[in-house]
């Protein structure tokens, strides 16, 4: 049974940095894989942030390029993503979602939907 848990959120001052982890257990070795964060704000819609692939490729959504990185620790089985310059509107729960599959990694057309195994949240929160 794939298992993903996230740790790492927080409250952080406006242009601060947090690091996010996801930890992964359960998962097939022959997963080609995509990991991916989503995140949701109060009264809006999910959104996917960043996503990676198994031989590491990594894509991300405008609002983040530049900001955000995600990376993993193969041998650990963990994903993390690095948050820096944090914005206010950055303020939501985040999650981190699997999928056996590489090729639902692609922006702009990252989607929840395709992601059936997903951790329970860590929330960040930015002010000013």
């Known amino acids: 049974q794939v298992q993903l848990v996230e740790s790492g959120g927080g409250s952080v001052q406006t242009g601060g940095s947090l690091r996010l982890s996801c930890a992964a257990s359960?998962?097939?070795?022959?997963?080609?894989?995509?990991i991916a964060w989503f995140r949701q704000a109060p009264g809006k819609e999910r959104e996917g942030v960043a996503s990676l692939h198994k031989l590491g490729r990594t894509a991300y959504a405008d609002s983040v390029k530049g900001r955000f990185t995600m990376s993993q620790d193969t041998a650990a089985s963990i994903v993390y993503l690095q948050m820096n310059n944090l914005e206010d509107e950055d303020t939501a729960m985040y999650y981190c979602a699997a999928s056996p599959y590489d090729r639902v990694c692609a922006f702009p057309t990252l989607s929840g939907d395709n992601f059936a195994h997903w951790g329970q949240g860590t929330q960040v929160t930015v002010s000013s």
């Open positions: 359960g998962y097939p070795s022959r997963w080609s894989y995509c």
